[in-house]
């Protein structure tokens, strides 16, 4: 192959194609799973998720209906959701979705 006006050599090619998927952003994936709980009520219960991939952006669930930051819910897109004062009300499938350009991944639990 000519490039730059000269033949390059099948080592330089390998390593022209290794320097780029290197640069290749990955797919989420996670690295740590959240553990279910058990906690009584009036007690606060905080689920971590780790995640790799390039810029992954999390959402975390209750029966696969999107959590927001309020009442006694925090770290809705963040790697620690934490419920505050969990009630008998709160007890649910939750999950979270890790998103970003080249895919997601998703892990699932109860409390």
């Known amino acids: ?3 730059f006006g ?3 050599s099948a080592d330089q090619l ?3 194609y290794l320097a780029g998927i290197s640069n290749v952003p990955a797919a989420p994936s996670i690295t ?5 709980l058990v906690v ?3 007690s606060n219960a905080t689920f971590t998720v780790v995640a790799s991939g390039a810029s992954p952006c999390l959402q975390w669930r209750r029966n696969a209906t999107n959590l927001v930051d309020q009442g006694n819910i925090s770290g809705s897109t963040n790697a620690n959701l934490t419920l505050s004062r969990v009630a008998l009300t709160d007890t649910a499938n939750y999950d979270v979705v890790i998103t970003n ?3 997601q991944s998703l892990a699932t ?3």
């Open 101 to 103: 350009s080249m895919g």
């Open 40 to 42: 009584g009520q009036n």
């Open 14 to 16: 390998q390593q022209i």
């Open 109 to 111: 639990w109860l409390l």
């Open 32 to 36: 740590t799973q959240p553990s279910s």
């Open 6 to 8: 000269h033949s390059l």
């Open 1 to 3: 192959m000519a490039f």
